[in-house]
């Protein structure tokens, strides 16, 4: 399974992006998807996850009420979507795949990540 993680940028305070994460080889819809995040000199922390049908989500506090996680499996893609976004979510995010489908942090393949920064 490959990860293929893209849409990060450079944003304002404020600001929204969207992050899509294509995924290849395995079988997508029998998958649970994650998102995590790495900021400099921080581990790397839990952002969001969904399972394989998408009637099952969590949030890290953190972000919930700001970020949303979706996917379509028709095309093989997960997505987060940032809104409001604030300095301390600069990071940078990581997809994740799960060899399980229903909702659970077990993930066995990680995208290569995509930078978010957000500026004041």
């Known amino acids: 399974v490959q990860l293929q993680a893209s849409g990060g940028g450079s944003v304002q305070a404020g600001d929204s992006l969207r992050l899509s994460c294509v995924v290849s080889?395995?079988?997508?819809?029998?998958?649970?998807m994650g998102w995590f995040r790495q900021a400099p000199g921080k581990e790397r922390e839990f952002v969001a996850n969904?399972?394989?049908?998408?009637?099952?989500?969590d949030y890290a506090d953190s972000v919930k009420g700001r970020f949303t996680i979706s996917r379509d499996n028709a095309k093989n893609t997960a997505y987060l979507q940032m809104y409001s976004l604030k300095p301390e979510d600069t990071a940078v995010y990581y997809c994740a795949s799960s060899y399980a489908a229903g909702l659970n942090r077990r993930f066995d393949s990680w995208g290569q990540g995509t930078l978010v920064t957000v500026s004041s």
């Open positions: 080889g395995g079988i997508f819809s029998r998958r649970a």
């Open positions: 969904i399972d394989s049908t998408s009637r099952r989500k």
